[in-house]
């Protein structure tokens, strides 16, 4: 059995696991804090039984009562409730740290693998969409104009006079018989490059002058492409 690894597939698993990870994450934190809440409250309570009894104790005159033996008990008992939280708490913060360590990790892989998914997927709806076009008698119609604008650039760029005047040429003289002769590999090949920059230009062009008036949702990535997991709270 083989394993897919197509961009699309390495964004699912890196994002699968992130989100194991931090569902860990979130119990362990929630726990954590539950933890904190409990100690904080219970820890009071021993203090308020302190206080309690010993307002007690010198209210009676310095005699100790039942009622003062068991405030004194239940503060001992609560004063031993806090150090056994201390200790759950002790074992507790450090899994959280090492889970929200790598939460944060995968987080990162899953904002990478989703920008890759997302080119990956651009390119194959490009890809699919230019093949359903130049498929039909329209498609092969803009193929052909456009194929027919650009032999024209290469005459354009030879009566270019800035441009042939800048590797030693006069453009005027362009239509003179026997012109081509005279002009070397070299600045054949320079010709060449500066034909094929105008004819990228001049397609690039017709194609963003009508890509600017394309709606921005048009151009939105939906499901789980649409964009990155929002953090939780106890990933910060």
Request: proline fraction near 3%.
């Amino acid at each position: 059995m083989t394993t897919a690894n197509t961009p699309r597939d390495h964004f699912t698993r890196v994002t699968d696991g992130y989100r194991d990870v931090r569902a860990k994450l979130e119990t362990a934190a929630g726990e954590l804090e539950r933890l904190k809440d409990q100690r904080a409250a219970t820890m009071q309570s021993s203090r308020d039984a302190g206080r309690n009894w010993r307002q007690i104790f010198k209210d009676a005159g310095g005699a100790a009562g039942k009622e003062v033996r068991e405030l004194q008990a239940e503060e001992r008992t609560l004063a031993a409730e806090v150090e056994q939280l201390d200790v759950l708490i002790a074992e507790l913060t450090p899994h959280v740290a090492e889970l929200r360590h790598w939460a944060g990790q995968l987080r990162q892989q899953h904002i990478t693998q989703l920008t890759a998914a997302r080119r990956d997927a651009a390119i194959n709806r490009l890809n699919a969409a230019m093949g359903a076009v130049f498929e039909k008698p329209e498609g092969q119609e803009l193929l052909e104009a456009l194929a027919q604008r650009a032999d024209s650039v290469r005459r354009e760029v030879i009566e270019d006079n800035n441009f042939m005047g800048g590797i030693g040429f006069d453009g005027h003289e362009a239509s003179r018989p026997g012109f081509m002769a005279k002009i070397s590999g070299d600045d054949r090949r320079k010709i060449a490059d500066e034909a094929d920059k105008r004819k990228r230009a001049l397609i690039a062009d017709a194609v963003l002058e009508r890509l600017a008036t394309l709606d921005d949702e048009k151009t939105r990535f939906e499901g789980d492409l649409e964009g990155p997991l929002a953090p939780l709270a106890c990933e910060r």
